[in-house]
C-alpha cells in the first residue's frame, strides 16, 4: 500500500496556508497604515511648534531691536502664515494659500511654491490675538494668544492645534 496525501488533503492544507498567509499580510498592511498615520502627525506637530517658535523668535527680536513686542506678528488677523527665513525677514503675513511646499535645498518646509519646491500633503495657519491683561489699563495688549494649527490630506487626513501665551514682561 502507497502511502501520499489524497487531493483533499492537499486542499485543506493549501487552504490553511492560505489563510495564514492573508492574515499576516493584513497585519502587515495595518502596520504601514499605523506608520503612516504616526509619521504624518508627529510632522505635524513639529510644523505646528515651529510656527509657535518662529512667533516667539520675532518677539525675542522685537525686544532686542526696541521695538513693540508685538511689531511683526500681525495681531488680530486671522488665518496667517510665517516661515522662517532669516531672524530679521521672518514675519507673520496675511496670505491666501496656505500649502506646505518642501524645499530640499536646505530641507525646509516653506509655503513658497517656487523653485523646485514640492507640494505636501500640509497646511499650516496661524492666528495671534491680542489679550487685555486684567492687571493692566484698558487698551494695553501686552499678551497675545499664538495658535498654529497644522492639517493633511489624504486617507487618514487629520489636524493638531498647538497654542501658547506670549507676553511683554521686559
Known amino acids: 500500500m502507497k502511502k501520499g496525501f489524497t487531493l483533499l ?12 498567509v492573508s492574515a499576516s499580510a493584513g497585519l502587515v498592511l495595518d502596520s504601514l497604515q499605523s506608520v503612516n498615520r504616526a509619521q504624518n502627525r508627529v510632522i505635524a506637530a ?3 511648534q515651529e510656527a509657535i517658535e518662529v ?5 525675542d527680536t522685537n525686544w532686542i531691536e526696541g521695538v513693540g513686542f ?3 506678528l500681525n495681531p488680530g488677523a486671522s488665518d496667517q502664515c510665517v516661515d522662517y527665513d532669516a531672524p530679521g525677514d521672518t514675519l507673520v503675513n ?6 506646505l511646499y518642501w524645499d530640499r535645498t536646505p530641507g525646509v518646509y516653506t509655503h513658497d511654491s517656487g523653485g523646485n519646491n ?10 495671534v490675538q ?5 492687571e493692566t489699563p484698558i487698551g494695553v495688549d501686552d499678551i497675545l494668544q499664538v495658535q ?14 498647538v497654542e501658547t501665551r506670549l507676553y511683554d514682561w521686559r
Open 9 to 20: 488533503e492537499v486542499i485543506v492544507a493549501v487552504g490553511v496556508l492560505l489563510m495564514a
Open 46 to 48: 513639529y510644523l505646528a
Open 55 to 59: 512667533t516667539r523668535n520675532i518677539r
Open 70 to 72: 508685538s511689531d511683526g
Open 94 to 99: 496675511p496670505c491666501s494659500n496656505h500649502a
Open 118 to 127: 514640492e507640494l505636501t500633503i500640509f497646511e499650516r495657519r496661524i492666528n
Open 130 to 134: 491680542s489679550i487685555n491683561n486684567p
Open 148 to 161: 498654529a494649527t497644522v492639517s493633511w490630506l489624504g486617507p487618514d487626513s487629520g489636524s493638531i492645534t
